[in-house]
């Protein structure tokens, strides 16, 4: 399989438009991963909405809440987060993610279960393999999954969908700075910009909703960068939490920071966790594989982004800093 | 004249495209606004390769360094500081501003002024006029400009182009994330990245390569953030500048910082300059129009991005911090 970005245009395959196409299939539940982002909601909310204007009675589901940089999403508000009774007169379509655990939706009884997806395909055990599956990870978005299942089933783009689809393409691909930015991605969001989508509103939306707490938290957390041998560290303490008022979602994205510096070839982000436990975020910029040492600590990920938990240095951010140092030196 | 951002594509005049392809004019100079970013550096480079490829003997000009930023850019090393002796023998194409004194070329006698430009025009005293004058002020960047100039002389694209012109864009455009970001510029975009541009490389080259002393610098400074009624003010001091041994144009872009908070509707950045002067940039999330704030101290601008400088408040920040706060109080 094809795992690198390619430019696309993506065709969705014919059995899964003709799904949705089928009159018969008539009610879906379309869910994300918890923990959504832009891409999760963004997909989310498009697919639903696409799905509806086909005449079909849809429930845009996730297990958590749309964090409050995407509540500017049109439909956000119709995201529930409980299921109706009836779930397997539903057909499940998971978006941003492959199966039903990550959305914890493991054990539910669905009338089927469709999957579209941009990430490495996971592994189905007997009777898990869904009866739709469209995965390709050399896809930059599930949200330009989304854009061209919409244009194949001819729905309309209006604003609404523009907007989400917008978000979703455009967050995932880090305003279209990260390696997964195609030619593919910057054409169709011109074509949701055509369509209502407004690359301005999204981005103050997206990266301009700080709260004084999280710039607090930043302003503790960038005293702690520590640049050697081309890795950058940075770290949160439950002390700095507690101090700035913010709370564990407030690091999302910090490792953009550390990664600012011209010589970081790497850049970790170390969080304390509230019972001590230790979590590091590893970025790699260039030709160091992170996964690697991601997974030395039992962790994963991929080469450019890996991370993992670890007990071993609990309460000890000190300690699992200059073990990371040591384990990328020479790099 | 259309000032609001438009969609284009805009076709460059006749005249202008037949002066280029005009034989007889066989020298040209292509320079851009001291002190130049991106957009400026990306044009250049760009329209002088382009015009080499038709023929032309072309030198690439700037009276000030290339930053260092931008030092990746193909044909970045042939950018000269110093102007021939016979520049009368020489058409000056000016990009990314529209007037001579901009690029520091004042009196300074040539063949031909041509203005290749997306600002608001600058006016002319007698004699000055420019024989040829594009300025598109609905335009994102100078370098979308020169994207249609290429296209229409039918020089092919190739990678050096391609980056060049990318580069040019995107910075304008913040990363597709100001206003200025239209269909049009993420079209373009698409186009080059086909060609050979690619956006990750250039947005490690231009975000991610901060000296140590710009991320002491930005520390010192994010502590000074402080948000009243909807306004968000950093400083810098020279204190801070030299304990942390960065230097004056280390804080570009710091307005970036204090407009993340949500409740900001204008962010400030006040800058301590070596004599003691202040300077001030105000941008505007929203409908405040912080030119009017800018030209009641002296400055100007545009609605969402002005500044100031001013003697008035000599070595104390404190003092015109108090005094922006209060002009844009009630805002």
Known sequence: METRTADGPFLPPAELLDYFRDEK???????????????????????AAALRATGKEVIAYNRDAVPHFFSFLPGSEDVVHTLPGNTEDYSLV???????????LEGVRFSRTLVIDHHEPDSYGPGETPSHLWVIPACPAAGLLVFYIVKALGVAIDRQLAENLYTAISTDTGSFRYDNTTAGSLEA??????????PALVARNVYETWSANRMRLLCLAMDTIELRDGTAVMSVSQEMFMSSGASMEDVDNFTGFPRMLKDAKVAVLLTELEDGTLRASLRSKGDTDVRIVAQKFGGGGHKRAAGFRTSAWKRNLQGLREALFKEFEGE
Not at 35 to 45: Q, Y
Not at 94 to 104: E, G, I
């Open 25 to 47: 299939n008539k009610k879906f539940i379309v869910a994300s991963h918890i923990s959504p982002e832009g891409d999760a909601i963004g997909s989310t909310l498009a697919l």
């Open 94 to 104: 998971l978006v941003d993610c492959s199966k039903p655990f990550r959305a914890a």
């Open 189 to 198: 969001s011109a074509e949701l910009v055509r369509a209502g989508a407004e």
